[in-house]
């Protein structure tokens, strides 16, 4: 497993103002929306490219061009929902499959409740987005699912991440193709869970319903 901390100033900037207990909710949405562009174009550096043949008005040049099949990506719901629509502006040729993941706030254990993904990813590129990797229970489900239905290359974005859910992540990947794009790598986890300092809870602060 691989970690990418993109520890850009922009991302910084955004990412302070999301972290601030003053911000609304709408403001919230759209900052999220915006890091996860910027956090997108970094999680895409290796996505899969083939050269091919063009003319330009003046003379013949070789593009490039994101291969088939296009990549699928994976928003974990509810709050990974919320990054979907960054992701989408600046790739928009990718399947969408969908995975319901709720933490159990007593036990901290991953419960899935919606799972609605192609049936064989053989040779398909992953994203999955989840804002929080705080134990990192439900990343690691999330991604368990995406290796049975046959992915061999996914990558994980998220906006804050614990040092502990990134060492869980490493236990459960040592030997996988699995990246993980993060905007910071926080302090830690409190006695809740909760990534500290964070930003809350992103799904209810997205939705703001608990
Ligand atoms: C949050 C977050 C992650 C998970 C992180 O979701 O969006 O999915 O918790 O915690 P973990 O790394 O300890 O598993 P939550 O369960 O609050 O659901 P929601 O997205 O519906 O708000």
């Known amino acids: 497993m691989r970690l990418h901390v993109a520890d850009h100033p922009l991302i910084t900037h955004k990412l302070s103002v ?15 929306e915006e890091l996860v562009t910027l956090l997108s174009y970094e999680a895409t550096r290796d996505v899969r490219t083939e050269s091919y043949e063009l003319q330009t008005p003046v003379a013949k040049t070789t593009g490039l061009r994101m291969t ?3 990549p699928l990506v994976v928003p974990i719901i509810r709050a990974g929902l919320g990054m979907l629509d960054g992701f989408l502006k600046l790739v928009p040729n990718v399947e969408v499959g969908f995975l319901g993941m709720r933490r159990n706030e007593e036990t ?26 705080a134990t990192g229970g439900s990343l690691v489900a999330a991604i368990d699912f995406l290796f049975d239905a046959g992915a061999v290359d996914v990558t994980a974005i998220c906006i804050v991440a614990s040092p502990e859910g990134i060492e869980r992540m490493r236990e459960a990947f040592a030997d ?30 997205l939705y703001g319903v608990a």
């Open 18 to 32: 999301l972290r601030d207990e003053r911000t609304s909710s709408q403001q919230f949405r759209s900052l999220v």
């Open 176 to 205: 996988r193709n699995v990246t993980v794009v993060v905007g910071a790598l926080d302090e830690g986890l409190n006695e809740d869970g909760f990534i500290v300092p964070g930003l809350g809870d992103a799904g209810d602060r």
């Open 68 to 70: 088939d099949p296009v």
């Open 108 to 133: 901290l254990q991953p419960e899935t409740y919606a799972k609605r993904l192609p049936e064989n990813l053989a040779n398909r590129q992953c994203f999955a987005l989840d804002p929080m990797l």
